[in-house]
């Protein structure tokens, strides 16, 4: 074990990112792009094992262990910063830059984590830090945003800090290894993972928030908090059943909601879920097959959905304009962004020689091996309807459908770098999927591109697109958004605890008054007594330092007479 | 007029591309009889198995969502001043 890779990878980016507010132009420019690269560097000069533990109170902290699925995730995070930080040197907000890259740290450092106390301690980084990057986008919006963001992901940090206790007090040991959720620490700690994943009832958070940070920040929360929640799920409950009806509800929820909505980035969030539903489904299902699907599947949608949110991301910086129905034929004047925004459509909806195709397919094929006919014909209804969504739905809408009159250019030289990096890499892992499938956790015995395979899928998607465009006078984009679970807080809660709040703040605004009142009462008294003119506090004279004096021995020869 | 649009949105491109789609559909459902896949739950082994699914699906998805749209949809003020 050299000194390098004793060194957290994790705090490459933690402590980068606290210098970055300290420098300016190029000097912050160049270090936002060194630090991922330096962190994939000293990722891969790990080596499998504990590289450095810590004592702390009873416990040996495991703080760096890698493995294949370890590496694996901490690489695609520390590459998303790399594309992230390039596609955002222009964002003039440093704390977003900054949160982003302490953020993307701590990503890295779960992924690296040995035991549970490292993973929760690097989770709550997390926690924060993303909330910063909604916040620094500066609108009231963005602000009330993140603090719902916060409470829910705090909410969640409460049962997995519950869960790891119980977990603990159980078993004697602080290890993260594989579980299933059959003790009250188990399921806490299972609640808790799901709820950064976006999974039901509280799955509202991600489309609530995610759209409210900047053109850039968004970019970054696509990334980290739900694949990492899918990375210790991986580790934490395979094969758990569970998580093969959450991800297929997930799975559709993203579908309906996303269908519904008319805000881009709404859209795009939507279906944040929608994919991570695939990923939690492959989880479930638990086979070798479906775990290298699901791990393989949160690889390729960190890079795809970073370039639809990228793409999205200009427009909004081109245009200021985020809904459906203010947009459309920015094709004509934005070919490279529409180009980007299209091979990432085309690969979330897993179309040959795309990304996705030979990922998502591999958690098709687990519920095959498993004969798990519900799961796979609801994972096909999937794979059709992600292509109506964001495959078709979301370029449609921004890109093309009726002429907004809008005709701006395509962004600056930094993120049409930052969209085309990521489109070759969704093509290039689409057309050549060896390098990502020698990645995996588990030996990969598949090959994606068999004729069947291949015509079946382009069967399943355009007749999806057939739906879409016949059924183009349903879609019509209108002034709307969906009620979700969020609803249950931010109204019914207002409505019941309202009048508590209200009373409350009453109760505590009298208390508040009457205590000023009793310190003005008190100050007064002091004033009085010993203030300029009080009688504590005048200067003493002679004459009634005498006067004194005859009190006080005329009063000692009485008690002396007495 | 419509020599000012862009070749891509004038009405004759736009029924050339429809017409280059649904030739596609049609050669992918005809290369359905030429190709054996591997059913595994029966369903999936019905001709163009894929092409009827999708679309169906789709169709489902698309009324479904239209249908909890009416009870569910809200102007996208409805949250402001909260």
Known sequence: MTASSAFPPALVLILGGLLLPLLRGYARSIVILALPLLTVWLVWQLPDGVSLSVRFLEYRLEVVKADALGRLFATIFAIMAFAGGLFALNQRRVAELAAASVYAGSAVGVALAGDLITLFVFWEIMAITSTLVVWSRGSENSYRASMRYLQVHLFGGVLLMAGIVAQVTDTGTIAFTAMTPDTPGTWLMLAGFLINAGAPPLSAWLPDAYPEASYSGTVFLSAFTTKAAVYVLLRGFPGAEILIYVGLYMMLYGIVYALLENDMRRILAYSIVNQVGFMVTGIGIGTEMALNGAAAHAFTHIIYKALLLMSAGSVLYMTGKRKCSDLGGLFQSMPLTTACGIIGALSISSFPLTSGFISKSMISQGAVDERLAVTWFLLAAGTAGVFLHAGIKFPWFVFFQKDSGLRPPDPPLNMRLAMVLFSILCIGLGVWPQPLYALLPYPVDYAPYTVPHVVNMLQLLLFSGLAFFTMLPLMRRTLTITLDFDWFYRTLGKWVLGPAATLTGNALRRAETEARNWIGVLIGFVFRHHGPQGALARSVQAGSMAFWMIVLLGAYLVLYLV | ?82
């Open chain 2, 1 to 82: 007029m419509s020599e000012g649009k862009h070749w891509l949105v004038r009405r004759r491109s736009i029924r050339v591309l429809w017409i280059v789609f649904v030739a596609v559909l049609a050669v992918l459902v005809v290369g359905d009889v030429f190709i054996y896949g591997h059913p595994t739950f029966g369903l999936d082994g019905t001709f163009a198995f894929y092409a009827w699914y999708g679309l169906l699906t789709c169709v489902v998805m698309i009324l479904l969502a239209k249908a909890m749209g009416v009870l569910l949809k809200r102007k996208d003020t409805y949250y402001d001043g909260e």
